[in-house]
């Protein structure tokens, strides 16, 4: 089984300012873990992901995340948030196990952005 | 770059009408998914679909949902009598475990709007 938890549904930042979305995951398995973006009105766009090869991850927009085995944790962060970056995040953890190759998803960030 | 395509963007219908919601995901892919999003609430798996049978689906997928893939290229979800609960955002996304990544490709989504 495997589970993702978002340990925050709002995350309010001003413009310039670092930005943490946290998310911690379950699997019984090695997993593959993905930050989705979606803007208001649009689709789910891959910001980055991790599977297995290195732990610090980069991704589209200047976003990075830090997979930590031992935390079971795969947050997101950005040095300096931008007007633009308003939207929801979503964490997914994968693993395919026992035949089960089903993408779970977290419940969703909200980042608000201040000018 | 190749893409999931969803047809229609927009979709409004009354209450025990059938609704088909169309999808061509990216054609090397061999693993293709529902997602359902009410309005302000997470991502939901739906069912999956792999080798021509649906592989997994969750108990929202109740004997009024029903996928196809009727001609090699499209894969449709069917919604046989809908109720006002159904209206959500309707996400398509196709997966090529080949990679063992899991990466979930997904579509722009189809509105579903149920009066």
């Known amino acids: 089984a495997q589970s993702v938890t978002q340990l925050d549904s709002h995350v309010s930042v001003s413009e310039g300012t670092p930005v943490l979305l946290r998310c911690n995951y379950s699997s019984s398995y090695s997993p593959s873990l993905f930050w989705y973006v979606q803007h208001p009105n649009k689709g789910l766009q891959l910001l980055l992901k991790y599977t297995s090869a290195a732990t610090l991850v980069k991704g589209i927009n200047g976003f990075e995340a830090e997979f930590k085995k031992s935390e079971t944790s795969f947050h997101l962060t950005k040095p300096s948030a931008h007007m633009s970056d308003a939207a929801e995040y979503f964490c997914?953890?994968?693993?395919?196990?026992?035949?089960?190759?089903?993408?779970?998803f977290g419940r969703g960030t909200s980042l608000i952005v201040h000018p | 770059e190749p893409e999931v395509t969803q047809t229609p963007s927009h979709q409004v219908t009354q209450m025990g009408q059938e609704v088909i919601l169309r999808c061509v995901p990216i054609?090397?892919?061999?693993?293709f998914y529902w997602y359902r999003q009410i309005l302000g609430q997470k991502v939901e798996f739906l069912v999956s679909?792999?080798?021509?049978?649906?592989?997994?689906k969750s108990e929202i997928f109740d004997d009024q949902f029903s996928v196809e893939r009727p001609d090699g290229s499209n894969f449709t979800l069917k919604i046989r009598s809908t109720k006002l609960e159904d209206s959500a955002m309707y996400f398509c996304?196709?997966?090529?475990?080949?990679?063992?990544?899991?990466?979930?490709?997904f579509g722009e989504g189809s509105r579903l709007t149920v009066l």
């Open positions: 996304a196709s997966s090529d475990w080949g990679s063992n990544t899991g990466e979930l490709f």
């Open positions: 997914v953890v994968s693993a395919s196990s026992g035949g089960s190759y089903i993408p779970t």
């Open positions: 054609s090397n892919h061999l693993y």
């Open positions: 679909f792999y080798n021509n049978e649906i592989s997994e």
